[in-house]
């Protein structure tokens, strides 16, 4: 299997409640994240089958996962929303039809899954490991579920920060090429410069195909 970042040029849907939607500049938005649609959502109708996240405040009885509106003002966590969505996605719409097809999604994903919620994504990968070439598509969708599962998950930014440098850390005994601006976890100065670490590596990772698999989606404009 071929480990290589997935590579998008379309945009992912994320959904924000029409109460915040008059206090946003949707151009700026527009702008400084090129790979999100935003989707205006009415509170007074169902939102959309096809959008896994909304950002909104309250409860809500709908199947899509409500984001506070709170993320908007950080940074690195509305970042990995953004990434979350986007694997989110591809996997929905990718078909698991085999065992093979299975593991390649797995293969690329499952560094994203671990960092979120690491017992859960390992104990996930040895019963997939545990499974017979026949598999039927039942069983290899209820283990695509719980994959996407873990993707509506939040992680956190000293998460984010340990996964970064895993992924670089790797790609670095490949290389030999040390790349300026990557700190360490135990740099104290790491907050202020994390999405700066992350934007480094991802264009990296379009530039050279070296899999850097804290962004396992990437998005690239055609």
Same mark, same amino acid.
């Given at each position: 299997m071929?480990?290589?970042?997935?590579?998008?040029?379309?945009?992912?849907?994320?959904?924000? *409640?029409?109460? #915040?939607?008059?206090?946003?500049?949707?151009?700026?938005?527009?702008?400084? &994240?090129?790979e999100?649609?935003?989707?205006?959502?009415?509170?007074s109708?169902?939102p959309?089958?096809?959008?896994?996240?909304?950002?909104?405040?309250?409860i &809500?009885?709908?199947?899509?996962?409500?984001?506070?509106?709170e993320?908007?003002?950080?940074?690195?966590l509305?970042?990995?929303?953004?990434?979350?969505?986007?694997? &989110?996605?591809? #996997?929905?719409?990718?078909?698991?039809?085999?065992?093979?097809?299975?593991? *390649?999604?797995?293969?690329?994903l499952?560094?994203?899954?671990?960092?979120?919620?690491?017992?859960?994504?390992?104990?996930?990968? $040895?019963?997939?490991?545990?499974?017979? *070439?026949?598999?039927n598509?039942?069983v290899?969708?209820?283990?695509?579920?719980?994959?996407?599962?873990?993707?509506?998950?939040?992680?956190?930014?000293? $998460?984010?920060?340990?996964?970064?440098?895993?992924?670089?850390?790797?790609? #670095?005994? $490949?290389?030999?090429?040390?790349?300026? &601006?990557?700190?360490?976890?135990?740099?104290?100065?790491?907050?202020?410069t994390?999405?700066?670490?992350? $934007?480094?590596?991802?264009?990296?990772?379009?530039?050279?195909?070296?899999?850097?698999?804290?962004?396992p989606? #990437?998005?690239?404009?055609?």
């Amino acid at each position: 299997m071929v480990k290589e970042n997935i590579i998008i040029s379309h945009k992912t849907r994320i959904g924000i *409640e029409e109460d #915040l939607w008059s206090i946003l500049n949707y151009e700026e938005m527009e702008k400084f &994240h090129p790979e999100i649609e935003f989707v205006k959502i009415s509170s007074s109708s169902s939102p959309s089958t096809d959008l896994t996240f909304i950002i909104r405040s309250g409860i &809500h009885k709908d199947s899509a996962v409500s984001v506070p509106p709170e993320i908007m003002n950080d940074p690195i966590l509305f970042w990995d929303l953004k990434r979350r969505a986007m694997a &989110h996605s591809c #996997l929905h719409d990718e078909k698991i039809t085999d065992l093979r097809s299975l593991y *390649e999604a797995w293969y690329k994903l499952k560094f994203l899954c671990q960092e979120i919620r690491n017992p859960q994504a390992r104990k996930l990968g $040895r019963n997939m490991a545990d499974l017979n *070439e026949d598999t039927n598509e039942e069983v290899l969708d209820h283990f695509k579920k719980e994959i996407l599962a873990i993707l509506t998950l939040p992680s956190s930014s000293n $998460r984010i920060r340990n996964s970064l440098w895993k992924n670089y850390s790797n790609q #670095l005994k $490949r290389t030999k090429n040390p790349l300026d &601006h990557i700190k360490t976890p135990e740099d104290p100065t790491g907050d202020e410069t994390l999405l700066l670490e992350i $934007r480094t590596l991802e264009e990296e990772a379009i530039k050279t195909s070296l899999f850097f698999g804290t962004s396992p989606v #990437l998005f690239r404009i055609s």
